[in-house]
């Protein structure tokens, strides 16, 4: 597989987010779209020393796909689900402390309001782009969470009275936001967007969304289709899994999503026959998780090597991309760290044997 001009068999990486050093507190951007991105100078150094570490501790796993590490989520918090704020209060139309959350577990985080249109400023994620850039010169991937679905299903709308049109405007914001990464030298673009699989693939408008969103980017684009990373429960959507997307994989309709990666790992690795009818379309590729990230406990490289090999009696080599299941900022540092030294050393394991003459 071809990454950042590199062919890479088998390359891997984590979907976005590490655990934040013990110095790093509360928020790091500002959330606005017209004022200055951090609050002062001492906050922007704290936030670009910790994507260093970030880049660093994945650098020294091996990984070949590093991540800004998420480093603006408030992972040390009870708020962590605040990084869906992040991108509507710096998108133009939207202002913060609306009402709380209708979703169970969700009711102390407010819904952002709409109060005109929605429209892309400037650069939601440039700061992270530049202290990634700063950071490495490795491939690297930026990921967005949450993805423009359940930004415009989560917001409480005052301004459009009609869900049509707020859900274009969000996708259009969004692709400005694509773009601009794209155009400033991001290696590959991930949002995680989990509304079409957490409705059984009943909202089919939340595909219309990715696919106005991804529209005319040029970069890898990956949907990470997220099945929840709860605090304290095995799965946040225990409901949920991929079988919705046996239809959508055999429709002729459009996904304009280079790869698609779920959580495997945690499933046993079962979904994998299915999940292969994804490469049944030109130009894409799968990634797949080899690590929990709910579970304290370390898997082995031999554990990720069998859960490779498992995955590649439905899917060519040259089309996997070996992940994490979700991110890894509500596990401890060093935990964390011994998966993916896991995932690493499990994938070479396997690359060694399929070109081993």
Request: aromatic residues 8%; hydrophobic residues 40%; contains cysteine.
């Amino acid at each position: 597989m071809k990454i950042a001009g590199r062919d890479i068999l088998l390359p891997t990486t984590m979907v976005g987010s590490w655990p934040r050093p013990l110095w790093l507190r509360g928020g790091v951007l500002r959330e606005s779209p017209y004022d200055v991105d951090f609050p002062d100078m001492y906050q922007r150094t704290l936030f670009e020393d910790a994507v260093r570490l970030a880049v660093k501790d994945q650098d020294l796993a091996g990984l070949d796909i590093v991540t800004d590490g998420n480093q603006y989520f408030e992972g040390e918090t009870p708020y962590d689900k605040i990084q869906m704020l992040l991108v509507p209060l710096r998108l133009h139309g939207f202002r913060g402390y609306g009402p709380p959350g209708s979703v169970p577990g969700m009711e102390q985080y407010f819904r952002p309001v709409v109060h005109d249109r929605v429209r892309w400023v400037r650069p939601i994620f440039g700061p992270v782009l530049g202290a990634v850039r700063i950071a490495t010169d490795k491939p690297f991937k930026i990921n967005i969470n949450a993805g423009p679905a359940t930004v415009a299903t989560w917001c409480d709308d005052q301004w459009y009275g009609d869900d049509t049109a707020l859900r274009a405007d969000v996708a259009d914001a969004f692709n400005r936001e694509l773009r601009s990464l794209a155009d400033h030298g991001a290696d590959v673009i991930q949002l995680t967007e989990q509304t079409y699989i957490a409705s059984g693939g009943r909202e089919e408008w939340a595909l219309e969304v990715m696919n106005r969103a991804a529209h005319g980017v040029d970069a890898p684009l990956v949907w990470h289709m997220c099945y929840g990373n709860a605090r304290e429960f095995d799965c946040a959507y225990p409901e949920v899994n991929a079988a919705c997307l046996a239809k959508l994989f055999a429709s002729t309709r459009e996904v304009s999503w280079h790869e698609i990666h779920l959580e495997t790992a945690r499933p046993a690795m079962a979904e994998m026959e299915l999940l292969a009818g994804w490469l049944d379309r030109a130009d894409t590729v799968l990634g797949i998780g080899v690590v929990e990230v709910m579970s304290p406990r370390v898997e082995t490289a031999e554990d990720v090597a069998a859960r490779i090999r498992t995955a590649l009696q439905h899917v060519p080599a040259d089309r996997l991309v070996v992940s994490t299941d979700c991110g890894l900022y509500q596990l401890p540092r060093d935990v964390a760290f011994r998966k993916l030294r896991a995932l690493v050393q499990g994938t070479h394991l396997v690359r060694s044997s399929l070109t081993r003459p």
